[in-house]
């Protein structure tokens, strides 16, 4: 079986702060680890993703994950945050070798960044 | 444009009356799924499909059903829908795994507010 734990319900933040959104996995074998984001009456949009190689990842709108196998996490952080960056933050796990392909979702993380 | 098309966006029933959320895909993707999404429970999947006319069940599949008889069609159908399925719902796609993984990530739907009264 799989699982995500998103330990936080919501993150407050000052514009131009550093963010960190936290996220920790439990899966057999090597992960596939996602972080998508929703807006207000939107889907899902994807941001990154980590798959092999390089422990830090980057993906859209500036924001970046680092995939720690020793501590199973894969905290999504941004340097300086934007106000508009307030939405739900999904955090998401797939083993490698499931056959199935399915997601597992964390609870979500509402960011809210204030002015 | 790529693009996962669910509908309807918004739904309000009665229980007991069949309904049906249609999605398709026009990225050629082998993989779809549907999730419902609820306040504090994350997103959960319903159902799947790796390929046309290959589906099954995914965590949560009491009560729906599918079929995929085209590759870019995936609909959601609940035969006698109860209070308990309002929800949010989501359809996503994604392309085959590819020597790296490199295009795993799932792309999503709009989504569809079902209400069931």
């Known amino acids: 079986a799989q699982s995500v734990a998103q330990p936080e319900d919501q993150v407050n933040v000052a514009e131009g702060n550093p963010l960190t959104v936290k996220c920790t996995y439990s899966?057999?074998?090597?992960?596939?680890l996602f972080w998508y984001v929703q807006y207000p009456n939107r889907g899902l949009q994807f941001l990154l993703k980590y798959i092999t190689g390089d422990n830090l990842v980057k993906g859209s709108y500036g924001f970046e994950a680092e995939f720690n196998k020793s501590q199973t996490s894969f905290h999504l952080k941004k340097p300086s945050a934007l106000v508009s960056d307030s939405a739900l933050y999904f955090c998401?796990?797939?083993?490698?070798?499931?056959?199935?392909?399915?997601?597992?979702f964390g609870s979500g993380t509402r960011l809210q960044v204030q002015p | 444009e790529a693009q996962v098309t669910q509908n309807p966006r918004y739904l309000i029933t009665v229980t007991g009356k069949k309904l049906t959320v249609t999605c398709s895909q026009n990225m050629n993707h082998e993989y779809m799924s549907w999730y419902r999404q609820d306040p504090g429970l994350g997103l959960r999947q319903i159902y799947y499909s790796m390929n046309v006319e290959v589906t099954d069940k995914g965590d949560v599949p009491e009560g729906y059903k599918v079929s995929r008889k085209e590759k870019r069609n995936f609909p959601l159908i609940l035969e006698s829908p109860s209070p308990n399925q309002t929800s949010l719902y989501f359809c996503?796609?994604?392309?085959?795994?590819?020597?790296?993984?490199?295009?795993?990530?799932?792309?999503f739907g709009q989504g569809t507010r079902l209400t069931v009264v």
């Open positions: 899966v057999s074998g090597n992960p596939y």
């Open positions: 996503a796609s994604s392309k085959g795994i590819g020597n790296l993984g490199q295009k795993v990530e799932a792309f």
């Open positions: 998401a796990v797939r083993g490698i070798d499931t056959g199935r392909r399915a997601l597992t």
